[in-house]
């Protein structure tokens, strides 16, 4: 790692939490979309992780009771998503577990809109999204296509913080630069590669893996700053030998099951920076 002042920002490192998530791998329910489902637990079990797609809201607060942690993802949104959703959450936080959740075009309609702040004050350990679905989440302007980010990662900065501390989570931007803060402390994370946002559902993925990370972690900030180091790493690594985003998908799976922890924090570009601006 890059930045000498990171040990007084992190108290565990990357590394540190990816021994744990390899030794013991967490079981991860991931209530997330139709796109995303097969390609998220692809790379939860490459990253070394047991990813479980329960959503049912008959069966989704029994078993987040039993997973280590809980991911809500709104990409494909409908009635029996949304009750699946609220169950799983009340069983997660009966059983003290962790919950990501990913506003997935949470501009773009008055239902996601209603949904996400429905869900955001159900109080969220992280929230991970693209710099337009954190802009608005924010109540700031979102020039989000879709799905799709079109805003940069800086611009959703000042948003992000006072998101984090008005909702008390730990909160993701991603994008070139990713961006993670709980209000008092910052960092930046750079790697990845161009070919990331032309393959659909990696930030749905990313997602799920915040929490496999937070599911052992004693903090959501750096297990939020470890998921997202290992997808810069292995971003990087895979963009290496690609030719365009077909043959970078199979090279970053691989890239996410090859880095070693101690490969983890020699790779990893994270920059701590001032939560509260100057
Ligand atoms: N231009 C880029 N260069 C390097 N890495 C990138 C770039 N854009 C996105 N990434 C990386 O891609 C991953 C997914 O982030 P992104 O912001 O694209 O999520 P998203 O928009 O929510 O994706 P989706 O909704 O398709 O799942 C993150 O690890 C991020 O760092
Ligand atoms: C393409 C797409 N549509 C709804 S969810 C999703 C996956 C990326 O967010
Ligand atoms: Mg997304």
């Known amino acids: 790692m890059t930045d000498r002042s990171l040990p007084v920002v992190l108290c565990q490192t990357p590394a540190t939490l990816l021994r744990t998530l390899r030794a013991e791998p967490p079981l991860v329910q991931c209530i997330t979309n ?19 797609m329960v959503w049912d809201a008959e069966e989704a607060g029994d078993f987040a009771a039993i997973a280590g942690a809980l991911t809500v ?14 169950a799983a959450i009340r069983g997660a ?15 773009a309609t008055a239902l996601r809109r209603r949904v996400t702040a429905e869900l955001v004050a159900l109080e969220p350990t992280i929230i991970r999204g693209n710099a337009s679905e954190i802009r608005a989440l924010a ?3 979102s020039r989000g296509q879709g799905v799709d980010g079109r805003d940069s990662v800086t611009v959703a900065e000042d948003g992000a913080r006072r998101l984090a ?6 909160v993701a931007v991603t994008g070139e630069v990713d961006y993670v803060t709980d209000g008092r402390r910052a960092v930046r ?14 930030g749905c993925s990313l997602t799920c893996l915040c929490g496999a990370y937070a599911a052992s972690a004693e903090e959501a900030f750096d297990a939020t700053v470890g998921a997202l180091a290992h997808f810069a790493v292995a971003g990087r690594r895979a963009h290496a030998g690609a030719t365009g985003p077909g043959s970078f998908a199979p090279r970053f799976l691989d890239a996410l099951h ?3 922890p101690e490969e983890l924090d020699a790779e990893a570009v994270i920059h701590a920076t001032r939560a509260v601006p100057a």
């Open 165 to 170: 501390v008005d909702s008390g989570a730990v």
């Open 189 to 202: 994370i750079e790697g990845g590669s161009p070919f990331m946002p032309m393959n659909t559902a990696l």
């Open 93 to 107: 936080e009966g059983a003290g577990r962790p919950w990501v959740l990913d506003p997935v075009a949470c501009q």
């Open 34 to 52: 139709y796109v995303a489902m097969n390609i998220a637990a692809n790379v939860l079990l490459a990253a070394g992780a047991s990813p479980a």
């Open 139 to 141: 109540g700031e302007a």
């Open 73 to 86: 993802n709104i990409g494909t949104l409908s009635g029996p998503f949304v009750d699946g959703m609220r």
């Open 258 to 260: 090859a880095v070693t």
